[in-house]
Every structure is written in C-alpha cells, then in structure tokens.
C-alpha cells in the first residue's frame, strides 16, 4: 500500500522559509518521480514542482527561483525548500507520485504566509 505522509508546514511571515518533507512507503521510491502541488481556498490544485527518479527537476513559472524539490532516496523522502515566501503561496501543499498506474496524493500540509 503506498503511503506519503507531508510534514513541514506552518505558519510563516512574508519573506520567510519552511522545508516540507513528503516521506514515502510501498513503493520502489529510487524509481519513481514525485510532485508537488498545492490548493489554495477557492482554487483549483496547481503543480508547483516536479522531481523526477534521475533527479531532474521542473517547477512553475510562480515559484521558480524561490523553491526547491529534491530527493533523499536513503531515506524515501522527498523535500520543498521554500525561500522568499509570499503571501500568495499559502495553500495546502500535497505530494504525490504514480505507484502501479495510480495516482496517490498525500492528505496535506498547510502553509500560512502572512503579509
């Protein structure tokens, strides 16, 4: 059974910095890429960063240059480095990956930034 479990959120000032960790389980995690996306109130689900099993990244045009995606497979877990933090950025960030053709999300962590 695949399982990501987020951790990492909080509440932050404009400016600031958080590390969300996504840590995962049943799966082969070296092979697999993971995402993460965030849902703001009222809005649909975004990407925000993609990492992919040879540890190439992409990332939308909102975050890039102030996130990080990277990969620890030692420790099947996934982590955003998120610097110069706005308040726009605040959502529930969600990690997922594909496991045996399915999508799997993680229930969610939540970031505050206030102005």
């Known amino acids: 059974q695949v399982q990501l479990v987020e951790s990492g959120g909080g509440l932050v000032q404009a400016g600031g910095s958080l590390r969300l960790s996504c840590a995962a389980s049943?799966?082969?995690?070296?092979?697999?890429?993971f995402g993460w996306d965030r849902q703001a109130p009222g809005k649909q689900r975004e990407l925000v960063a993609f990492?992919?099993?040879?540890?190439?990244?992409t990332y939308s045009d909102a975050v890039k240059g102030r996130f990080t995606i990277s990969r620890d497979n030692a420790k099947n877990t996934v982590y955003l480095q998120m610097n110069s933090l706005k308040p726009e950025d605040t959502a529930v960030y969600y990690c997922?990956?594909?496991?045996?053709?399915?999508?799997?999300w993680g229930q969610g962590t939540q970031v505050t930034v206030s102005s």
């Open positions: 997922r990956t594909v496991g045996g053709g399915t999508l799997y």
């Open positions: 049943g799966i082969t995690f070296s092979r697999n890429g």
């Open positions: 990492i992919g099993s040879g540890s190439s990244t």
